[in-house]
């Protein structure tokens, strides 16, 4: 099984290995949708599952919010693992699916190489801080793991200064800036502690990963072919270097040897 080198694009990586046959001409757009496609497949099954164990537990007249976390108590620790699949009602539910959908495939598009230990660490870490510090109640709902994504996307557009990453950033600003108000405990009823450490895991995995490259980096420069031809006509027609444009040392057989004055030069030499 080949290892792709540092800095190579995994789908790119794979496409070519099922032996993608492209039309000429045609360029990177089928790899692009794609991709795209490919990144929104998982986060919408999730998102079905979601719906799905929320109609059979309304359907049966089940109540699984017992299995959610309830702080510090033993029967309380499996709602770490299984909270994140329990919800209150619908509108709670169809608040967390809209985010889970979007910010999901944005992880598995721009980060699939860490896309899953996100995911993972923000459900697990968020839940067990639940668990240790949390209110006296059970606390259900995939929230923990929409604030985790969405931090860990904020953040590695910062820490990794690519335009691209960055413009990311910012849309996840302007899409779901609004949930920096869930880390507070302003609603009573509103799982603020789930909210405050799926963010924080975010954070932390964004440093954590922030030498794993992204998947989509940033467009080389447009070098315009007037500029080529403005610079080669200014090299042609610029004049000849007079004697005293440079300086000269004698070695010891007389023979003069040239060095130059080039402040970056120098300076990357030093380096």
């Not at 108590?73 to 329990?86: D, E, N, Q």
């Not at 944005?106 to 668990?131: E, Q, T």
């Not at 990963?209 to 500029?227: F, G, L, M, N, T």
């Amino acid at each position: 099984m080949a290892v792709p080198e540092s800095g190579t694009d995994l789908w790119e990586e794979r496409t070519m290995q099922i032996g993608d046959e492209r039309p000429v001409g045609m360029g990177s757009v089928p790899i692009r949708e794609r991709k795209i496609t490919s990144s929104v497949v998982l986060p919408a099954l999730v998102v079905l599952l979601l719906w799905c164990i929320f109609l059979i537990e309304r359907g049966f007249g089940l109540d699984l919010s017992r299995y959610g976390i309830l702080p510090r108590t033993s029967k309380g620790l499996v709602g770490v693992i299984f909270s994140p699949f329990i919800h209150g009602d619908a509108e709670h539910l169809l608040n967390n699916s809209i985010p889970l959908l979007v910010l999901g495939s944005a992880l598995m598009y721009f980060f699939p190489r860490v896309a899953g230990r996100v995911v993972l660490g923000s459900w697990i870490i968020s839940g067990i801080w639940v668990w240790i510090s949390a209110r006296e109640n059970y606390h259900i709902g995939a929230s923990g793991a929409v604030y985790g994504i969405a931090a860990f996307l904020f953040t590695s557009g910062l820490l990794r200064r690519q335009r691209t990453l960055m413009g990311l950033s910012l849309l996840v600003v302007f899409l779901y800036g609004g949930l920096i108000w869930g880390v507070f405990p302003i609603v009573p009823r509103i799982s603020w502690e789930s909210h405050f450490w799926g963010a924080a895991a975010g954070v932390v995995m964004a440093f954590l990963y922030r030498s794993v490259p992204a998947a989509v980096q940033d467009p080389k420069p447009i070098i315009w072919e007037d500029d080529d031809d403005l610079g080669d006509s200014a090299a042609t027609n610029a004049p000849p270097l007079s004697p005293d444009d440079t300086h000269h040392d004698g070695d010891v057989n007389g023979n003069s040897s040239w060095r130059t004055t080039d402040s970056w030069n120098q300076g990357g030499v030093q380096k």
